[in-house]
């Protein structure tokens, strides 16, 4: 069997920028400001409705219901509907691997395997390979709609768009002029974004953003094994709390429980192969006691994801796993994308190639699932130091900030996956590219609010059925 080279041909920096300024020819920066949904759109309502199709029946109106709470909920869950509309326009051609689902809350301070705080991406269920600005946009819509919420003045939301797009400008371009390896090696550990912004954060920000990375660490998986398990007769388990979270031995089949348990098994040892040797060996000293379903986030809702409860030592020794369901992504039929033979596989690829740091247990498998049907799934730990953002209780100087860091943050994802070089130069040293989609930014985030109330009108028609 050949073995194709792992080298690319080489191409001088003189010609990469070429390319980026021929893609700026053909896509001028200003025209990214546009969007406008002609009379032949898509109903959105349908979009949703056939990935609800694919989903557990009795979980879609959770996934409905949530979606209804707010229109930034609704766009969390609205990823396909983004995706048709980004789908339907002409791109630049400068192709990263894309989140595919960049939106603000997307983004958080995580664990490295040293044990140290970082800020990166951590939601990769849409990743793709794809033109960088469908990425920038979702970001840049998601900071207008969450300044919306706030009761912010056009202006701010304009001003906190604009700063996140800057951030994504510079950076870039400061990697531009990096070595490929530093490129690679650059991440935002919490330390390096405490002293990056000091100097412009009022004393109350610092005070925030000192306890949030104080909470982070408090966030490990022995506080989720504290709140998602209890004591029992068989030993330790976890704890119900239908529908949000149902143990299997709870959930409606025909299977035997030694049929439950060898599914299990089959499920866990598939993954076991697509990790390295020295972490299966880890894996190895832990034996799977319980598993359930459990609901998460607003855009998964009703997709497969189950919980695991392994034992290591004794009941103080736990490791949770999270198995969740990788369909396709929402951008396969827009992007011209590779094709996945293994959906959890396009997931976990996406996620070592742009984020700096994964989860050490990060696998994948495929496998007839504990539903008897064949699945793809990505495992990961279901929670190891973890901050979340909390937009809604920002004003508009700390959402600005919070959108200079998610900014930086995924031109960085994107310089480790595409060419730093011609990406810097479509965007250029001034402010074109940021106006440009701070008035994008406005636009999708009223065609947002039309979509929300389209779906709202659905369940109220009784064409579609959301839970409280």
């Not at 001088?12 to 300024?21: L, V």
């Not at 109350?204 to 709140?227: C, I, N």
């Not at 949000?244 to 089949?253: K, S, V, W």
């Not at 033979?341 to 989860?359: E, F």
Request: aromatic fraction near 8%.
């Amino acid at each position: 069997m050949t073995v194709p080279s792992p080298f690319t041909t080489f191409v001088s920096p003189a010609e990469r920028t070429a390319a980026g300024r021929d893609a700026r020819r053909r896509v001028p920066r200003s025209s990214q400001a546009g969007f406008e949904a002609g009379p032949d759109r898509f109903d959105p309502v349908e979009v949703v409705e056939r990935q609800s199709a694919t989903r557990v029946p009795e979980l879609v109106p959770i996934r409905y219901g949530r979606m209804l709470e707010s229109p930034f909920r609704f766009y969390r869950g609205a990823a396909a509907i983004m995706a048709a509309d980004l789908g339907a326009t002409t791109d630049t051609g400068l192709r990263v691997q894309l989140c595919g689902d960049a939106h603000l809350l997307n983004f958080r301070l995580l664990a490295s395997p040293e044990r140290h705080l970082v800020f990166d991406i951590n939601d990769f269920d849409e990743t793709l390979a794809g033109p960088f600005e469908w990425d920038v946009k979702r970001l840049a819509a998601s900071f207008a709609i969450a300044g919306r919420a706030n009761g912010f003045s056009a202006a701010e939301q304009i001003s906190v768009v604009e700063t996140c797009v800057r951030a994504y400008r510079r950076r870039m371009r400061e990697f531009a002029g990096m070595r490929t390896l530093d490129i690679w090696y650059a991440q935002d550990d919490a330390d390096r974004l405490r002293e990056l912004m000091a100097a412009s954060m009022p004393k109350e920000a610092r005070r925030r953003t000192a306890k949030a990375t104080a909470d982070a660490r408090t966030r490990t998986h022995m506080q989720a094994y504290a709140k998602l398990t209890r004591a029992t007769a068989e030993g330790r388990r976890i704890t119900p709390d239908p529908p949000l979270i149902t143990p299997l031995r709870d959930l409606a089949d025909d299977s035997s429980p030694h049929g439950r348990e060898k599914e299990l098994r089959a499920v866990l040892e598939g993954y076991a192969r697509t990790l390295s040797s020295e972490r299966r060996h880890l894996l190895r000293r832990y034996r799977p006691v319980d598993i359930a379903r459990k609901v998460v986030g607003v855009g998964s809702v009703g997709t497969r994801c189950w919980i695991v409860l392994l034992l290591g030592r004794d009941d103080d020794d736990p490791l949770l796993l999270q198995a969740k369901e990788a369909q396709e992504s929402v951008l396969a039929v827009h992007s011209g994308g590779d094709r996945w033979d293994n959906q959890g596989r396009r997931v976990v690829a996406g996620q070592r190639l742009i984020q700096t740091t994964s989860d050490i247990l990060l696998g994948w498998t495929h496998a007839v699932g504990l539903d008897g049907h064949e699945r793809d799934f990505y495992v990961r730990q279901l929670r190891d130091w973890k901050g979340i953002a909390r937009p809604e209780t920002m004003d508009p100087g700390l959402l600005r900030l919070f959108g200079r860091l998610c900014g930086a943050s995924l031109a960085r994802a994107h310089a480790r996956s595409g060419d730093p070089v011609a990406l810097a130069a479509y965007l250029g040293g001034g402010d074109r590219f940021d106006r440009a989609l701070t008035v994008f930014a406005q636009a999708y985030a009223d065609q947002n609010e039309r979509d929300f109330e389209a779906l709202g009108a659905a369940v109220r028609s009784g064409r579609v059925r959301a839970a409280e």
